[in-house]
T-cell receptor, first 108, second 118 residues
Framework: AQRVTQPEKLLSVFKGAPVELKCNYS??????LFWYVQYSRQRLQLLLR??SRESIKGFTADLNKGETSFHLKKPFAQEEDSAMYYC??????????FGTGTRLTIIP | GAVVSQHPSRVICKSGTSVKIECRSL??????MFWYRQFPKQSLMLMAT?????????EQGVEKDKFLINHASLTLSTLTVTSAHPEDSSFYIC??????????????FGPGTRLTVL
């Protein structure tokens, strides 16, 4: 069975400081990993996916198969980054398995 | 990106009644839609995969007779919570995929429906 673990429920970071949201997964095959974000009173939306290797809003995430991790990073936090972040895994059958989420708060 | 709507945004009903929630893809066709349930301060749990023109595929532990799913067209899927009870109170979210490849099979999420059963 596949599982996604986000060990931090809450994370507070000062504005301008680096951010790292942790995500670990367990899956025996080749997964596709995603980060979704939910801003206050908005719907869930895709932030980035590992296959695209993009930097979105300054965020990057590298898939580390050896450590089965897909941590989300940003070098300099901004106030507008405050949101709920979910790591998710797809095993190729379209279904997404979500982690429990991390609420990121940027302190001005 | 593509837009997914849900209706109603919130509903309050009495125990024993049935509630229907609609999920629509507004500017794209979705052969597959997904229904999730989210409890307060918890993650999204996939309930079922809704396939246009065929039966839904339910996740383990989800009662198919309790949560009826109909995907009658390429832009509409409905979730009916039958004989609702207070424990069915939750936030229900749908998502849809554009299979034309415009968005690389990304899932687009609706805004959710808050169901409260009294």
């Amino acid at each position: 069975a596949q599982r996604v673990t986000q060990p931090e429920k809450l994370l507070s970071v000062f504005k301008g400081a680096p951010v790292e949201l942790k995500c670990n997964y367990s899956y025996s095959g080749s997964p596709e990993l995603f980060w979704y974000v939910q801003y206050s009173r908005q719907r869930l939306q895709l932030l980035l996916r590992h296959i695209s290797r993009e930097s979105i809003k300054g965020f990057t995430a590298d898939l580390n198969k050896g450590e089965t991790s897909f941590h989300l990073k940003k070098p300099f936090a901004q106030e507008e980054d405050s949101a709920m972040y979910y790591c998710a895994l797809s095993s190729g059958n379209e279904k997404l398995t979500f982690g429990t989420g991390t609420r990121l708060t940027i302190i001005p | 990106g593509a837009v997914v709507s849900q209706h109603p945004s919130r509903v309050i009903c009495k125990s024993g009644t049935s509630v229907k929630i609609e999920c629509r893809s507004l500017d794209f066709q979705a052969t597959t839609m997904f229904w999730y349930r989210q409890f307060p301060k918890q993650s999204l749990m996939l309930m079922a995969t809704s396939n246009e023109g065929s039966k839904a595929t339910y996740e383990q532990g989800v009662e198919k007779d309790k949560f009826l799913i109909n995907h009658a067209s390429l832009t509409l899927s409905t979730l009916t919570v039958t004989s609702a009870h207070p424990e069915d109170s939750s936030f229900y979210i749908c998502s849809a995929r554009d299979h034309t490849g415009r968005f690389y099979n990304e899932q687009f999420f609706g805004p959710g429906t808050r169901l409260t059963v009294l």
